[in-house]
């Protein structure tokens, strides 16, 4: 019985340590990195779009970036949120500090400028679909690029705090 029981420890300890669950607050950097990335590879694409001249098919092209654009944002939201909740101390630890704060600050600063692109490039889909013809006005295309501006600059420096905070400089 004692030999059956050994293999019965050692075949139930093999299956156990097949069933071992993914780390996951790696998975979640990975996600928040790529997610990170692909916005910010978006926006510049939105960019690079809105500095040719804007008709129809251009306004369509900018609609489906900002589209991805946005989805990418939310997934780099989340992936962070869900990184804070699983830190083992809690999401205390990351409220706590300054650096996180900055990132935040930086995050909510590249929002007020993203949601006033979105709306109006939204708006002019709308526009462009109905119209045989379109052009945006020029004050609404500029705009347009200072609020792209905004949210390259702000890309820019949103790496910094997440450096330093991985540095444990806070």
Same mark, same amino acid.
């Given at each position: 019985a004692v030999a059956v029981n050994n293999h019965h420890v050692r075949?139930?300890?093999?299956?156990?340590?097949?069933?071992?669950? /993914?780390?996951?607050? #790696?998975?979640? @950097?990975?996600?928040?990195?790529?997610?990170?990335?692909?916005?910010?590879?978006?926006?510049?694409?939105?960019?690079?779009a809105q500095s040719r001249a804007i008709d129809r098919r251009q306004a369509r092209l900018l609609a489906a970036l900002d589209l991805n654009y946005l989805l990418a944002l939310a997934t780099a939201?989340?992936?962070?949120?869900?990184? /804070?909740?699983?830190? #083992?101390?809690? @999401?205390a630890f990351y409220l706590a500090g300054d650096l996180f704060r900055t990132k935040l600050a930086v995050f909510a600063l590249l929002l007020a400028g993203a949601l006033p692109a979105s709306m109006l490039i939204a708006r002019w889909h709308r526009e462009a679909r109905s119209a045989p013809s379109f052009a945006p006005l020029p004050r609404e295309a500029a705009s347009l690029r200072a609020c792209l501006v905004l949210e390259l600059a702000c890309f820019a420096l949103l790496p910094l705090p997440s450096v330093f905070m991985a540095a444990s400089l806070d």
């Open positions: 075949h139930t300890a093999r299956r156990n340590a097949r069933r071992r669950t /993914v780390p996951v607050e #790696p998975l979640f @950097a990975y996600l928040h990195l790529v997610a990170s990335g692909l916005a910010a590879g978006l926006v510049i694409a939105e960019y690079w939201a989340a992936t962070g949120i869900a990184r /804070v909740m699983q830190h #083992p101390a809690g @999401a």
